[in-house]
């Protein structure tokens, strides 16, 4: 194989490059600007813009990868509702030209979504359900999803995911998980809704996920989520009893009163029978993987 990752300074990114080197697999690894991940050796490295077509071409031409990984997006759900240009750039147009890019030259694409995709009243998704998208982001991602399995001759895999947590080097946003340990420790007061429920991912986890649906020339959708689906303040409770911290700070509140610009789902969470059949997925417990954090 020979992979090209976009977004290899992200959180997901950043753990599919550290696993392709320890597997010692020949990949480049390309982000918006500067390589941030200092393992990431410099040579691996290309700064690639996924919203400039010329660019794309131009490091597909060079590189002639047999896989992209695309897990570059604009991740924040409100900035996107509320610049919804910038999101259709970053998370339609640029899935446009990858898709188009490796349908061209017989290139496997693999691109990252999100339990967004669904309104949140059932719960509990499989790969057949259908979409119904609440915000711009989610609309993006659906989108995104169309472009890619509507091309014909394309080799493609779509991996939806949910809350990715864990820890990165020089990352442009925190996580839930980390955001909510480093808050605890510190006692400051945090206010949580309790209406709001996940599957939360360990991103290791999904990177090995990712690779393992290369490596075994799989197609198609996949959920790829972590074991259990919790409320944000359930998540947070776990969190505080292991790491053994008060919850005296933590207040709940619900999503109406939060006030946020983007609509969410209430209920999301993943059947993960394909994942385990196929790819032998097994992902940590929540407990498993914050004795790592
Ligand atoms: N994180 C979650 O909870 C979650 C949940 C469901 C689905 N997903 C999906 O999973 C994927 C990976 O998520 P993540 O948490 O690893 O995201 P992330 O940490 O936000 O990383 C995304 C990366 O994309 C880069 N990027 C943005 N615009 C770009 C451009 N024009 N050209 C090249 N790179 C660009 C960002 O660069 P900068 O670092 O410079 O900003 C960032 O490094 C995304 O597709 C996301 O939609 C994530």
Known sequence: MRI???GSNGLLGQKIVYQLLNAKEVFLATSLGVNRNDACP??????????????????MKDFQPTHVIHTAAMTNVDACELDPQTCE???VSAVR?????????GVHFQMLSTDFVFDGVKGNYSEDDDPNPLSVYAKSKVEG??????LTNLSYSIVRTIIVYGTGQNLSRSNIVLWAKEALQKGQEL?????QFR???WADDLAWACIGICRLNEH????????ETMSIFALVERIAKHYQLPMSQVKRTDSSSLNQPAVRPPKTGFDLSKAKNRLGYRPMTLEQTLDLL
């Open 4 to 6: 090209l990752i976009t």
């Open 89 to 91: 750039s970053i998370n």
């Open 220 to 227: 198609g959708i996949f959920h790829i989520s972590g074991p």
């Open 145 to 150: 999803e169309k472009i890619v399995s509507s």
């Open 191 to 195: 206010t949580i809704i309790d209406d």
């Open 42 to 59: 410099t040579d691996h490295y290309c700064s690639m813009d996924i919203t400039n077509q010329v660019d794309i071409e131009r490091v």
């Open 199 to 201: 599957a939360p991912t």
């Open 97 to 105: 030209y990858l898709a188009h890019a490796c349908q061209k030259n």
